[in-house]
């Protein structure tokens, strides 16, 4: 036998959570006495704690009645002014076996913000091992939402509800109804016979039957239960197997991509390859062409060289010969050997006079070699003369034609020559002065045109590159786009096979059915109804048994009385069914069922009416949310869209004037950016017409030596000044023209990037001020129309309720009045009967009793007792039937509201998918936008790049064809200043040589030897007249082959000249063969850009394919990843599974429902 010896309470009801109050129960027996009222079932520290309570806690785990879930059963936080309070519940008992048991409960109440919550923190049971003295222990956690988690030492682990009782050697129904029952529940044997039968069936142990049914049929529920889960579980497996179909359509699509890509990538590097090739061959011919012009430089030096001292030889030349060669060769040896012969001669006719006139020989001689000298110095003086009015003549035409100065009268003396020439130096110095600062001038407007031409190429590629991953980003949104519409559809295609009204109506109506069955089931009162007939069975029984007495001690009655006596107890039991029936309550009248029939009719009529009127109330209502629904989306679109648009004209702003990045000051920037544009265009434009009046005013000032503002002559300084000051103010302005062109182009291009974001702004205040307010008014509109709809459909719905309630209640009365009226032709009948045997055996007084009156009122106790048996019976069944029937609509209220939640979540998930559609849109609208603004940039740009490629050819002809004329001049100037310096030389040579003197010296020498000559004449007359005619032919024979030696030499020269002239127009027509050194440098540029282009397209495409890897890696990855490992296998194997547990639980359903009949 197991018995209780001590008991720990704390935090219980009103027990103080920090003390302990231990209850010790004495033996063989503790009593607890005292009078009414004295608190004998109350522990005496705490008026609010039963002992049983514990008890029955710490034993069974089962709360008192009175304990609302444990709320009231833990002692209260806000008494003891804590937010959490603990309790714990020690019993110490003996087991059946003997043995110390210590079982401990412990439980936590906290309290939340609008509520308490109750749980059961753990269960400990100790046990004391009788040999060691160690305590083994047997845990037990029990937690909200979790399984159960048993640890066991030193017994086999099992729940300690089951464990105490089992150590106890007493069953759970004993210790909960027996021996710790509550006095609140002390009384079920007094309760309906249901209950009654079900707690003696828990108490020995008779419900094999019962527990077959309820193994069952809990089977059947948790097998319902792991359908569900099963379900759930497949479509979690279902979702894991189109996520990894679609990895492995994303792997297959990059990998398709991507081979596009490295085809397209393979294509690139074949062009790149034949452009490298081509840039080679390019550079090669390149390099030939230099090689070429280096030639022609080489030769062109020669040349310059060659056609100097030809020039020399031909001034030097007396007389130019006309013969060939070969004749000029001839002539040569033959005059070699006339003046060898004439020498001979000359020498013989000497030697014959030189004893005779040795003296006039030497003066002949003397006199011929003077004379030659005088003639050759005077032939040099005479060639002198004529070099000077030749440079008089060049300096002349030089000043004239170059506007060079005033000139003095001619002939000019060395010293004025020499000015003049300096004069002519310095001209040819300013014009190559000129030729250079034009070429400076024309680099540098060139340049700034490539720089202008550069920066627009450059934006128009920025732009055009932007346009291209804004195209890119929009592909992308539609297919997200797609893809979402898609799952939209599909779910609103789920939602249209489910109507959420009926779903509705049929949670309400179920939810008042059970409200209903509910208050039936309270109103029946079935636990008082069979406490009562059980005592009016107990009092009929007794009646019984002292009739029954009374009855052997008397002999029957007349078969008269015997028939009477039954008939009273026909008629005795027909009122009582029919007060059965009708609920205690005698009928009034015969038209009872007709009544019933014409209510149900007219309540059947009204409740179709209201039903009716709350399916048209309740459709008003639906279309109103549904207009609500689309007013916010409306309102909640048209927000987005203006803080989208402020959001872009503010960054815009911030990108275009860090200063202000706020939407209000657009228009006050717009403003300022198209004054500061018009006013860097006009400053461009001012100074673009001063540039272009330079080069007319020098132009004017070079052709008409005049000034072209006042058309005053210009000398040769002022008019090099003027020039000077033109090109200086127009390279000036050039730097300037540039400079001011960049501000104007930038201004410009700042003005039209705010001027796009009009459109914007315009939309975003007709936003703001117009859309945004209407939609508010109209969606307030529709709120209050809606709540006035929703009041009414309520007002029509309690209605409807009324009636409906009203309505069952009059349809469950049918069948009854159906009975009832039965039963009153039956007792009409039968009443006759007892009439008219009353009458026939003329009853004695009510204060005798007969034999037949004793029997026939034992035959009436005993139907009695029957009929209160019948109706304990009947009780019984309709409370188990009323209470199964319960149970069946709490379940199907469960499935309704599983439905309905499933449904919430599919519109939420709808609800979610429409937010990402409207976001993407958005982002869609916003990429438009985007892409629209950049084409209306590209158009600009692209007219301005092309206007900039034409003005920069343009120019670049203008300045190629200034400088030509420029050129041209500056060598004919040239040209002539050489032939000048030429001629200056050959004078000066001329001067420094003394000539003039020497004449002069030897004319007087001359004159001095004639003197001597003419007295020695009449010595000399023959021999020294052949004499001297024989030296003059020798002079003669050698100034001619003199002449022809000079005449080869200049042939010579002359030939090598015309050999080098024609390999050089050799190799310049081979450069233009070959296609000119400009022609071939802009060819390799363009090959270069070409192959950058082609690099950059290249690397792009690199770039992408290396994001296709990375997606390729990143879902190969994924779909390793162990919810996607057999992914098929695991979703076919789960099929399996749930198709299995649905026909095993459809067989339980069918075992189940064959063992219920």
Known sequence: MSTVDKMLIKGIRSFDPENKNVITFFKPLTLIVGPNGAGKTTVPIALDVTIIECLKVACTGELPPNARSGHSFIHDPKVAGETETKGQIKLRFKTAARKDVVCIRSFQLTQKATKMEYKAIESVLQTINPQTGEEDLILIKKRMGEERLKVCLSYRCADMDREIPA????????????????????????????????????????????KALEVIKKLHRDQAQEIKAYKLKLEHLQTLKDAAFKLRESIVQDQEKSETINSQMQELDRKIQNMDSEINQTESTLKDLQKLQGQISTKSGERKSKFEEMQKRYAALTEENEDTDEELNEWKTKFDERIATLESKGSKLSREKADIEEKSRVLAVVIERNMTEIVKLQAASETHMARKNERDLTIQSLFRKHNIGSLPSCPFSDEVASDLTVQVDSKVKNVKKDLQDKKKSNEVELKAAVDQRMHANDRWKEIEAQMEAKAEMKTGILKRIQELETKRDKLEDDIAATDVSIIDEREKNIQIEVDRRTNQISAREF???????????????????????????????????????????????????????????????????????????????????????????????????????????????????????????????????????????????????????????????????????????????????????????????????????????????????????????????????????????????????????????????????????????????????????????????????????????????????????????????????????????????????????????????????????????????????????????????????????????????????????????????????????????????????????????????????????????????????????????????????????????????????????????????????????????????????????????????????????????????????????????????????????????????????????????????????????????????????????
């Open 167 to 210: 150590l106890m050697g007493v069953s759970k129904a004993i210790l909960e109804n027996v021996i710790f029952v509550h006095q609140d529940e002390a009384n079920w044997p007094l309760q309906d016979p249901s209950t009654l039968k079900k707690k003696f069936d828990d108490i020995f142990s008779a419900t094999r039957y019962t």
């Open 527 to 1157: 636990g008082s109804s069979i406490q009562q007939k059980q005592a009016e069975k107990f009092k009929l029984d007794q009646e019984i048994k002292a009739l029954t007495n009374d009855r052997d001690t008397m002999m029957a009655d007349s078969h008269d009385r015997i028939i009477l006596s039954l008939k009273k107890v026909d008629v005795d039991e027909c009122k009582e069914r029919i007060r059965g029936v009708l609920k205690g309550r005698l009928p009034r009248d015969k038209d009872l069922k007709k009544e019933i029939i014409q209510l149900q009719s007219s309540l059947q009529k009204e409740y179709d009416d209201l039903d009716k009127k709350a399916d048209e109330a309740r459709n008003e209502v639906t279309v109103l949310k549904l207009r609500i629904e689309e007013g916010n989306s409306n309102l909640s679109k048209f927000q987005k869209d203006m803080e989208s648009r402020k959001r872009y004209v503010e960054s815009k702003l911030q990108s275009l004037d860090q200063q202000s990045g706020v939407i209000d000051s657009y228009l006050r920037i717009l403003e300022t950016a198209k004054e500061k544009r018009d006013v860097q265009k006009s400053k461009y434009n001012i100074a673009d017409g001063m540039r272009q009046m330079f080069d007319p005013f020098e132009r004017v000032a070079r052709a008409h030596h005049i000034c072209p503002c006042c058309d005053r002559p210009f000398s040769a300084n002022e008019e090099d000044e003027f020039v000077k000051k033109q090109r200086a103010k127009a390279t000036s302005s050039a730097e300037q023209i540039k400079v001011l062109a960049v501000d104007s182009t930038n201004a410009d291009f700042h003005f039209q990037k705010l001027d796009k974001l009009r459109t914007v702004y315009e939309e975003y205040v007709k936003t703001c001020k117009e859309m945004i307010p209407l939609a508010e008014k109209n969606l307030n509109e529709l709120n209050e129309e809606l709540d006035q709809k929703n009041q009414a459909l309520d007002d029509v719905l309690g209605v409807l309720a009324q009636i409906k309630a009203e309505k069952d209640s009059v349809d469950a009365l049918i069948q009854p009045v159906e009975t009832a009226d039965r039963l009153f032709q039956e007792t009409q009948a039968l009443q006759n009967l007892v009439d008219d045997l009353e009458n026939k055996l003329d009853v004695c007084a009510p204060g005798t009793k007969s034999l037949d009156e004793i029997q026939s009122e034992l035959n009436m106790l005993e139907g009695t007792r029957s009929t209160l048996l019948n109706d304990l019976e009947k009780l019984r069944e309709d409370q188990l039937f009323m209470e199964r029937d319960l149970s069946n609509l709490q379940s199907r209220w469960t499935s309704v509201r599983e439905e309905k939640v499933k449904f919430a979540n599919i519109l939420s998930h709808i609800k979610r998918i429409e937010d990402d559609l409207d976001r993407l849109a958005e982002e869609r609208s916003q990429v438009e936008l985007d892409l629209k603004h950049l084409a209306e940039a590209l158009g600009p740009l692209s007219k301005e790049k092309k206007k900039l490629l034409d003005d920069y050819n343009n120019l670049e002809d203008r300045l190629k064809n200034e400088y030509q004329m420029m050129d041209d001049h500056y060598r004919i100037i040239q040209k002539d200043f050489d032939a000048l310096l030429n001629l200056t030389s050959i004078i000066k040579d001329y001067d420094d040589s003394k000539k003039e003197q020497r004449l002069k010296e030897l004319q007087e020498k001359q004159a001095l030897s004639k003197s001597e000559l003419q007295s020695c004449e009449t010595r000399k007359n023959d021999v020294s007249t052949e004499l001297d005619k024989c030296r003059d032919l020798v002079r003669n024979q050698a100034e001619l082959r003199r002449n022809i030696e000079e005449n080869l030499e200049y042939r010579k020269l002359k030939a090598q000249v015309d050999e080098l002239t024609c390999e050089i127009e050799s190799l310049e027509e081979t450069i233009l063969k070959i296609g000119g050194l400009s022609r071939i440098e802009a060819q390799l540029l363009k090959l270069s850009q070409e192959r950058e282009s082609l690099l950059t397209e290249l690397n792009r495409h690199r770039g992408t394919l290396s994001v296709y890897k990375s997606n390729i890696d990143r879902n190969k990855i994924d779909l390793k990843q162990a919810q996607y490992k057999d992914i098929d296998k695991r979703y076919f194997d789960q099929l399996i599974q749930l198709k299995t547990t649905e026909m095993a639980n459809k067989d339980l359903d069918r075992y189940y429902k064959a063992l219920d009949k």
